[in-house]
């Protein structure tokens, strides 16, 4: 298997900047260098490691897993995954399991990796230099004839024939196309995690099985995923006003004050499923939901496009949302492949980009409707015991 970028000369002389180094961004590079094309990739963070990179990510076979193929890091994914973390529970808030999702026969099924084994694969993949860490694009500026002049926050400044705007949900790329911003769901996570679970904490490893625990109800919900190396990661989930804590008096910084607010929230919940929340390793990080409106178009405009959260952010119950972004990555970088003209590629992706995502943005806004409902427990019951 090849899995060295080419250094094969290209017929495409054209300067290819990639803002974001997520999942979607980070895998167009790969498969762009695969095939002989220079590509930079800018990314805001300090480094590859400078942020925690969240939860697990199931991998599907005709996004994620295509993507990887089309990567050539399917070997890598594998060596890493998780095919037994895709396991589902429902518990009852009374502590009871509803139902337990059979684990997939070997070798089928969406299996698991963890977000940041998964940004390292793909980042290690790269020829050397060509990610410019600490580059926060400020704007990008249209100088003619499709060009564009970015501006990054430290005052550098680069210039490129094709900005592809993978910079995530708050993307700066995309306000070149579109004046969409993302909209509050209605629910907010907050997020907490159990380090060495099964040393730890046994009788949470236990409840949590080998994937994930979901428990839903009246609005509320915990979910608790395992992710590697023994760590179990936390969701609180709730319907309420964005700036609940405000209204409620609770510092975010406080973690014994917000530890009492969910206590407050989940008061009448199993002192079993409570233990997810108290039994904290780590503090909670409040994460409101957000979704960019359904569907999310703009007029194609020579010279920049979008892929992943930056054309089609979608709440976490399509669990699409990183999947896409890597089909994407894949499909542009193989258009701009295949196509004579940069301008005939970025049209033929997004022909195929946008119709696409729909889809999977009209179910995330239908599951997180549902999961977060008065009662949202039966819906949840429904659901699984129809899908598995
Ligand atoms: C709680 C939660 C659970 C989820 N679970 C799943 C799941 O199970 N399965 C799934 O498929 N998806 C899941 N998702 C969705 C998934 O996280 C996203 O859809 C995915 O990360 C999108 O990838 P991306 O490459 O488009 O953007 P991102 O991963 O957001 O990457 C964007 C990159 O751009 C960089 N950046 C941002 N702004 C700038 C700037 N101005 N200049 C330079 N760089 C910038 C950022 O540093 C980042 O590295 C979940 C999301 C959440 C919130």
């Known amino acids: 298997m090849n899995s060295t970028p080419t250094s094969t000369p290209t017929s495409t002389p054209t300067s290819i900047a990639i803002i974001g180094a997520g999942p979607g961004g980070l895998t167009c590079a790969r498969v762009l260098q695969l095939h002989g094309v220079d590509v930079t990739v800018y990314d805001a963070d300090a480094s590859a490691t400078a942020r925690d990179q ?9 996004t994620g897993q295509h993507a990887l193929r089309a990567a050539e890091l399917w070997d890598e994914f594998v060596s890493l995954a998780r095919p037994e973390g895709e396991q589902m529970r429902l518990v009852a808030r009374d502590g009871g399991i509803v139902f337990d999702g059979a684990p997939p026969e070997e070798g089928r099924g969406n299996p698991e990796i963890d977000r940041g084994q998964l940004r390292e694969i793909l980042f290690n993949s790269l020829a050397p230099r060509s990610i410019r860490w600490g580059h926060k694009l400020e704007r990008a500026e249209p100088i003619g004839a499709g060009r564009h002049r970015l501006h990054f926050a430290h005052g550098d400044t680069a210039e490129a024939d094709l900005v592809i705007g993978a910079d995530g949900a708050w993307s700066r790329v995309r306000r070149l196309l579109s004046d969409a911003v993302p909209v509050y769901t209605g629910v907010t996570f907050v ?4 380090e060495d679970a099964d040393v730890r904490h046994p009788e949470l490893a236990r409840l949590t099985g080998d994937g994930t625990m979901m428990a839903l109800d009246d609005n509320l ?9 023994g760590r179990i990661r936390v969701y609180a989930g709730m319907r309420v006003p964005e700036d609940w804590y405000a209204r409620t008096g609770v510092d975010l910084a406080d973690t014994a004050a917000v530890r009492a607010a969910l206590l407050a929230r989940f008061a009448d919940w199993s002192p079993a499923l409570l233990r997810y929340l108290t039994d ?8 409101p939901l957000y979704a960019l409106p359904v569907p999310h178009t703009w007029e194609h405009t020579p010279g920049v496009t979008l892929l992943g959260d930056a054309a089609h952010l979608m709440s976490p119950f399509s669990g699409m949302g990183a999947n896409l972004a890597m089909r994407d990555g894949a499909d542009l970088a193989r258009a701009l492949v295949d196509q004579h003209g940069v301008d005939e590629a970025v049209t033929a992706y997004e022909k195929i980009l946008l119709p696409r995502s729909v889809e999977a943005a009209e179910g995330a806004a239908e599951g997180i409707a549902g999961a977060f409902a008065p009662d949202s427990a039966e819906q949840a019951r429904a659901h699984m015991t129809s899908h598995h």
């Open 191 to 194: 997020e907490t995690g159990l």
């Open 54 to 62: 969240g939860g697990t990510l199931d991998m599907q076979p005709d």
């Open 280 to 287: 904290t390793d780590s503090g909670y990080v409040n994460r």
């Open 221 to 229: 919900g915990i979910v608790a995923q395992r992710n590697s190396a």
